[in-house]
């Protein structure tokens, strides 16, 4: 790309680190020397931030996603979706009126890149409870996202530079994995899984490791059968596919083989199972990508962290991680 490209950057939850996280990536010449940032949120948040975090940034509203490739560096383009009082934005309190914008501003991101006005959205932590309380009933940014993007071949990914992590289920009570856990959710999660991680890493054939849902792989259907009757179906049919897929592997152990770098990805039935350990290793630079969109959406890898805000102490370094990533993934 011959220009540096626009990224979307949403401001998520206004009450918690967001705008604190924003301005301090902001501050890094590496963002701007490879895109121009625009933040989609509430100017009244914002210049909060920007005086917690003591940081020589200006702000400027914009209009539309053109209008920022004409605010000089060092300043900040915003695309101003709210006007919160400051009785809505109290740090580590979420409010309804927070809740409505945080929708939107992940609304109008998504509509962007579907639209090519921007190349990509990077989305900053938001408050589900929140969003909630003002009717928005979502279990998350990737579930919206693919109802937006009218799509249900989505995979939520957490990738660091030694491992990446996909999910067959999300977030979801842990008592109702089992039965989501089917053949056909499966096998979509190790194609998607397959293609995003070729994506990712230039790898024409990804090696892939599928987790078992059960301890030790079930012992032979003694601790559940869904590996025999399940996850070993999905396994060959991908590898009839020309997906190398490998399982499937007790995740006790397959994450000591994993972060030495034997598999370019892994497949992990549960959201505890699989992020446990990759937070592990990529606490502060580990980015969550929805794979299967056809827009580029790359967030943190962590919450609102409501106890940090206002303290400007918050670590920017995985928001600076996805915006990276989305950088890398831009054609």
């Known amino acids: 790309m011959s220009e540096r490209p626009v990224i979307a950057i949403t401001m998520g939850d206004p009450c918690g680190i967001g705008p604190e996280?924003?301005?301090?990536?902001?501050?890094?010449p590496e963002v701007w020397n490879s895109s121009i940032p625009l933040v989609i949120g509430d100017r009244t948040a914002l210049e909060r931030a920007l005086s917690v975090c003591d940081s020589p940034l200006k702000i400027r509203e914009v209009h539309s996603a053109s209008d920022a490739r004409t605010v000089p560096e060092r300043t900040i383009p915003l695309l101003a979706l709210s006007h919160l009082a400051e009785t809505d934005i109290a740090y580590g309190a979420p409010s309804v009126a927070a809740g409505d914008a945080v929708f939107r501003y992940i609304c109008h991101a998504a509509q962007l890149c579907l639209g090519g006005q921007v190349s990509a959205m990077v989305t900053a932590p938001i408050s589900?409870?929140?969003?909630?309380?003002?009717?928005?009933?979502?279990?998350?940014?990737?579930?919206?996202?693919?109802?937006?993007?009218?799509?249900?071949?989505?995979?939520?990914?957490?990738?660091?530079?030694?491992?990446?992590?996909?999910?067959v289920t999300i977030h979801e009570a842990l008592h109702?994995?089992?039965?989501?856990?089917?053949?056909e959710q499966v096998l979509k999660t190790i194609r998607v899984t397959a293609e995003g991680v070729a994506r990712?890493?230039?790898t024409t054939s990804p090696r892939l490791a599928v987790l078992a849902l059960n301890p030790h792989c079930g012992e032979a259907g003694k601790f559940g059968t869904?590996?025999?009757?399940?996850?070993v179906p999905a396994i060959t049919a991908a590898c009839k596919e020309g997906i190398r897929a490998e399982g499937p592997l007790s995740a006790d152990t397959l994450f000591h083989f994993a972060q030495q770098g034997t598999y370019d990805g892994v497949v992990a039935m549960y959201h505890d199972q699989g992020l446990i350990p990759l937070k592990m290793l990529h606490f502060d630079d580990a980015v969550n990508i929805t794979l299967g969109l056809p827009i580029i959406r790359t967030s943190v890898d962590h919450g609102t962290a409501y106890n940090l805000a206002g303290t400007g102490s918050a670590s920017e370094k995985s928001l600076l991680a996805a915006l990276r990533m989305a950088r890398k993934m831009i054609v």
């Open 200 to 202: 990712l890493t230039g």
């Open 176 to 183: 109702d994995v089992p039965r989501l856990v089917t053949f």
């Open 226 to 231: 869904q590996e025999t009757e399940i996850i």
């Open 128 to 167: 589900k409870e929140a969003m909630h309380r003002a009717g928005h009933d979502y279990p998350g940014h990737t579930e919206l996202l693919a109802e937006l993007c009218g799509t249900d071949n989505f995979v939520m990914m957490l990738a660091g530079d030694i491992l990446r992590v996909s999910l």
């Open 21 to 28: 996280i924003i301005v301090k990536a902001l501050q890094s």
